[in-house]
């Protein structure tokens, strides 16, 4: 089989155009320099799925036809697996209520994973009506040997800046976009865990005295909404942006509260391996990085895609509701492949 190699397409929040990137094979341990910045890919559970590629080339103009037909000749099947049912979802929601507590356990962030097949997929067609409407997301296409093939507009930053700023955010709390009724108790706390989380780890990681906290605000991420805090961090020390990338990752706004217990919760439970949804990708360059969580994101097989998503859970979530949320994130998807 011919092999294409590894590459990243992306358009960042708010830009025009798409760009690409030839990665070279993964390396274990390296650093970027002024020459060669580094790609990096983490899973959800990085103790598994951390890769690092140096980018050989970054092209301005994206080569579709190339991709379109390289890929596709790569694609393999979409594996056989058996998706989870509401009941199964719900009676997991519930569980998990019963065994949260007032302060240690508060927060997991359960997923699911569901196959969509497709006769013909185009590939660059989803990859630009992703950016046509999410003009506010990070539009993202990887295909590499060890990650398999993932497209996703993705509103979450895990971590950006440069030596000596940094910035993250917090977002957590989902609605149907056209729901007007005000934000409840649940989704203020769960966003609250996470800007508390996010801001400590700044603290404790970084010498500084300045930190600041902007939100929660309302932000619209195509058929959902959600609550947002902006946490924003100066130092006065050289800032290492993997480390603190990793130190942070997973967030509760993916993961939960405390951050052990509903990673342990979400490995022994969920009932699949989330592999890279909800883990983080981007560019690690010499003087900053942009680091973003992969989710309204999908892996792409010859005969379809597969869809995942996650509803943050705590003591108020009402199951029924929470598997409706993951329903709605994923029309974010859905839609694009109609
Ligand atoms: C887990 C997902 O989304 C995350 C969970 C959210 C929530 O629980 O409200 C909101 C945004 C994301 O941080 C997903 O889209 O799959």
Redesign the pocket.
């Known amino acids: 089989m011919y092999s294409v190699s590894d590459f990243v397409i992306f358009r960042y929040p708010g830009f025009q155009y798409a760009e690409m990137a030839t990665l070279s094979r993964a390396v274990e341990y390296s650093r970027p320099t002024p020459e060669v910045p580094i790609f990096v890919v983490a899973g959800f559970d990085t103790s598994q799925f951390l890769h690092l590629y140096a980018v050989k080339e970054i092209l301005r103009e994206v080569n579709w036809s190339y991709v379109d037909r390289e890929v596709r000749k790569n694609l393999v099947g979409i594996p056989p697996f058996e998706a989870k049912s509401k009941e199964w979802f719900t009676k997991l929601v519930e569980k998990a209520k019963s065994r949260f507590d007032q302060s240690i356990f508060t927060k997991v962030?359960l997923?699911r994973k569901s196959p969509v097949y497709i006769d013909h997929l185009q590939i660059s067609d989803v990859f630009k009506e992703l950016c046509r409407r999410y003009p506010n997301a990070m539009v993202f296409l990887l295909y590499t040997k060890k990650t398999g093939c993932w497209i996703g507009a993705t509103?979450?930053l895990l971590l950006s800046g440069d030596k000596l700023q940094v910035k993250s955010m917090s977002?957590?709390?989902?609605k149907y976009e056209l729901d007007p009724s005000p934000w409840g108790q649940k989704?203020l706390l769960?966003q609250k865990i996470v800007t508390d989380y996010i801001a400590d780890v700044f603290r404790e990681e970084l010498h500084t005295h300045q930190i600041s906290v902007t939100g929660p605000y309302e932000v619209h991420a195509g058929p959902v909404k959600?609550l947002k805090t902006d946490i924003q961090a100066v130092s006065t020390e050289y800032i290492d942006l993997l480390s603190l990338a990793q130190r942070l990752h997973p967030t509760p706004?993916?993961s939960g509260h405390h951050h052990q217990k509903a990673k342990e919760f979400i490995l022994s439970h969920e009932g699949y391996d989330r592999r890279y949804?909800?883990g983080f990708f981007g560019f690690w360059n010499f003087d900053r990085a942009d680091f973003f969580?992969n989710?309204?994101s999908m892996e792409v097989f010859y005969d379809g895609v597969v869809l995942?998503?996650?509803?943050?859970i705590t003591a108020d979530s009402i199951a029924e509701s929470e598997w409706r949320?993951?329903e709605i994130?994923m029309q974010t998807l859905l839609s694009v492949l109609r």
């Open positions: 962030v997923s509103p979450e977002l957590a709390g989902t989704e769960e959600h706004a993916v949804y909800t969580v989710l309204r995942y998503t996650g509803a943050g949320e993951t994130k």
